[in-house]
Nanobody
Framework: QVQLVESGRGLVQAGGSLRLSCAASGRTFSDYAMGWFRQAPGKEREFVGA????????FYADAVKGRFTISRDNAKNTVYLQMNSLKPEDTADYYCAATSTARFYTTPKSGDIYNYWGQGTQVTVSS
């Protein structure tokens, strides 16, 4: 129903910044809440941030709170993840995901509620 393509991969030094984008196509973008997840080698996929359909409600993992900002531009069918003060432990493949389920409002951090996923983009933070 929706296709997601991430961009913004890169290598950045610790303390630096990087902005990821996720462009959506298919169904009406504004019908979907969006999430960002990441997976480091040898680790399980973990929640990073999420934003509701209108953009007024946001959630963040404790590990990134205060450093990362999620936003969306429904006119551009795009969700963003601005990453500041990056740390080596932020190194991972980052994925955007979409969901239209109302369960977003009770369990927005659960990967199980997201039914559409992008292909991922690599972020490497060096020390």
């Amino acid at each position: 129903q929706v296709q997601l393509v991430e961009s913004g991969r890169g290598l950045v030094q610790a303390g630096g910044s990087l902005r990821l984008s996720c462009a959506a196509s298919g169904r009406t973008f504004s019908d979907y809440a969006m999430g960002w997840f990441r997976q480091a080698p040898g680790k399980e996929r973990e929640f990073v941030g999420a934003i509701n359909r209108g953009g007024g409600l946001k959630f963040y993992a404790d590990a990134v709170k205060g450093r990362f900002t999620i936003s969306r531009d429904n006119a551009k069918n795009t969700v963003y993840l601005q990453m500041n003060s990056l740390k080596p432990e932020d190194t991972a493949d980052y994925y955007c995901a979409a969901t239209s389920t109302a369960r977003f409002y009770t369990t927005p951090k659960s990967g199980d509620i997201y039914n559409y996923w992008g292909q991922g983009t690599q972020v490497t933070v060096s020390s």
